[in-house]
């Protein structure tokens, strides 16, 4: 256990072996879950910096500015970490949809007795 | 692209090579995120059939209920999905605090100028 990490006031991430923390995206309005995605240190640097959610995009490979192309960019409101700094919360404010589908959030479908469910 | 994943009604958990997918979990009254953690395949599984969140622990290798030695289960409410599959967003009534530390989430830091406050 590492105390210092759980109890302490700096920032350390609990980067995992590919370098990339876990990101989880709130509807600052709603609390709606609006999307799951990786950090390496530069997408958590950038993030801080500009107060724009950027992920590191694992298909691709490269830094990624959620709605660089969409334009439907996510403005982040709080930043959290937790306990143990090996994922990160960001309450946010979303310019447009989050899902590259069109969908307000990713998780649009309900599981209802081993089923999928949309709203 | 796996079209039938994203649009489908069959819930088809994308695993990774670890056999995981990341599961969120949200206190359903609050909306406030409580924590993240891991679901292999029997997690998801016994987690559909009793409807109190089960994980699988990275660190100690084995299938855990959440609160199996603390008491503090989490309720499931609701059971949502992403749009690749590959996470899944649990809204719960937790029955005491989330957090091994005793906090109720355990997203209790927040980071302002890259340093952590707590509520």
């Not at 350390?12 to 989880?24: E, M």
């Not at 799951?36 to 958590?44: G, K, P, Q, V, Y």
């Not at 192309?69 to 989050?98: F, H, K, Y």
Request: aromatic share 6%; glycine share 8%.
């Amino acid at each position: 256990m590492d105390q210092d990490r759980e109890t302490g006031t700096e920032l350390k991430p609990r980067y995992d072996a590919a370098g990339l923390v876990t990101a989880v995206v709130t509807d600052n309005a709603s609390g709606e879950v609006l999307m799951l995605a990786h950090m390496n240190e530069e997408a958590l640097a950038k993030t801080i910096e500009t107060g724009i959610a950027h992920f590191w995009s694992r298909s691709r490979g490269k830094l990624w500015m959620k709605g660089e192309t969409s334009g439907n960019v996510l403005n982040v409101v709080e930043m959290r970490v937790d306990c143990d700094q090996d994922a990160i919360w960001l309450r946010a404010e979303p310019v447009g949809p989050a899902c590259h589908t069109g969908e307000r959030s990713c998780f649009y479908r309900r599981v209802v007795d081993g089923r999928l469910e949309r709203d």
